[in-house]
């Protein structure tokens, strides 16, 4: 059923889709794109229980200030965590330079090249 619905709705996605069996499906343009979406999602999840946590120390009950607090915490525990864990846009140039140099694939156009799934990193 997803496959029709992907070949009805996603241009070359017989080209382009994966056929690697999945029991959890995440749909991204670019493979690099959809690890940095998963990595918030889990940063997310990560958030919430370190602030869940935070807020039982502290004696915040629930209500307003219950959740003020709780906000103020998990976008202080998003930003650290973000910042740490994500490349920065240098970092990102070398590592596929690295790559490149070891004889790595773009994924889709096979060439031994500076790009990611067909596209340039100015993308």
Do not use: F
């Amino acid at each position: 059923a997803l496959e029709r619905i992907l070949a009805s709705n996603v241009p070359n996605a017989r080209k382009v889709a994966c056929v690697v069996p999945t029991d959890r499906l995440l749909v991204c343009s670019v493979s690099n794109w959809g690890g940095y979406a998963l990595a918030a999602a889990l940063t997310l999840v990560a958030a919430d229980s370190a602030t869940l946590r935070e807020a039982q120390v502290a004696g915040v009950g629930v209500g307003t200030q219950h959740e003020d607090w709780v906000l103020t915490h998990r976008r202080r525990i998003l930003e650290e965590t973000w910042a740490a864990m994500m490349p920065s846009e240098d970092t990102e140039i070398e590592l596929l330079r690295q790559m490149v140099d070891a004889g790595a694939r773009d994924g889709l156009s096979k060439l031994n090249e500076m790009t990611v799934d067909g596209l340039p990193l100015e993308a």
